[in-house]
């Protein structure tokens, strides 16, 4: 977590926070019990801690100037497997590793890595899909525009069958936002960014110095990403 700090990616810990807290609410009402409530709800914090490998891409002052391109895109869509190699270096669970993995597959197979369907994606990463996605249409991106509380919810309810598992999208929206009821509440429940993040496990036996390795990995430098030419898309 220190190494957001570093590259400031305040606002992505904010982000895997509130996902967090959504994950594990959904866990809560489906009565799942209190080790996978744990699970889902460390996956939905460092869910997208493999980002800090594309700094240079995500978060240069240059790319928030212009949509992504092609190329970068195939780039960045290998984030969840870098918050993978990272998490499962560590030594975190299968369980959190894979939610963390298959987080952006589509329940009708349209996602990636791998392309997994259905009940072949991972519970827990089903979970996680639906919070990730909520919590990322309530901020400005490269992509797209922030959208109100109403549009996100209309979103998920647009997509259940395609990109989301319907029944985790019928609980999201009918019992865990059940008091988000105006963009006032849920911007009070964003100011947990503020807090002191929940402790995670990380064993005494990691070397410090491979961690820090594994981070730098794969950091593009400036000069080439100047390099790729920009073409105009429009966003989405």
């Excluded at 700094?55 to 918050?83: C, D, W």
């Excluded at 299968?94 to 392309?115: A, F, K, L």
């Excluded at 549009?151 to 990109?163: I, K, N, R």
Aim: hydrophobic letters at 35%; charged letters at 30%; glycine letters at 6%.
């Amino acid at each position: 977590m220190g190494r957001i700090v570093d590259y400031n990616l305040t606002e992505e810990l904010a982000h895997g926070t509130y996902v967090s807290c959504l994950a594990r609410d959904v866990a809560k009402e489906l009565d799942l019990d209190g080790d996978v409530q744990q699970n889902i709800a460390l996956a939905g914090l460092l869910h997208d801690i493999g980002k800090l490998t594309l700094a240079n891409y995500l978060y240069g002052e240059e790319q928030l100037e212009s949509p992504l391109v092609i190329e970068e895109m195939k780039y960045v869509r290998m984030h969840p497997m870098k918050s993978f190699e990272i998490l499962k270096r560590i030594g975190y669970s299968d369980s959190i590793c894979d939610t963390v993995r298959y987080h952006h597959e589509n329940y009708d197979g349209s996602g990636y890595p791998e392309g997994l369907s259905g009940e072949a994606i991972p519970f827990l990463a089903r979970v996680c899909a639906v919070a990730n996605a909520f919590t990322g249409m309530q901020r400005d991106s490269v992509l797209l525009p922030s959208r109100s509380f109403e549009e996100s919810l209309s979103v998920l309810e647009a997509h259940a069958g395609t990109w989301f598992d319907p029944e985790i999208v019928d609980v999201f929206v009918g019992e865990t936002l059940k008091e988000l009821k105006t963009e006032r509440e849920l911007r009070r429940l964003r100011e947990i960014k503020s807090q002191k993040p929940a402790e995670v496990f990380i064993p005494d036996s990691i070397d410090e110095s491979e961690l820090d390795a594994l981070f730098k990995q794969n950091i593009q430098s400036n000069s080439k990403r100047q390099s790729i030419k920009k073409t105009s898309r429009k966003p989405g």
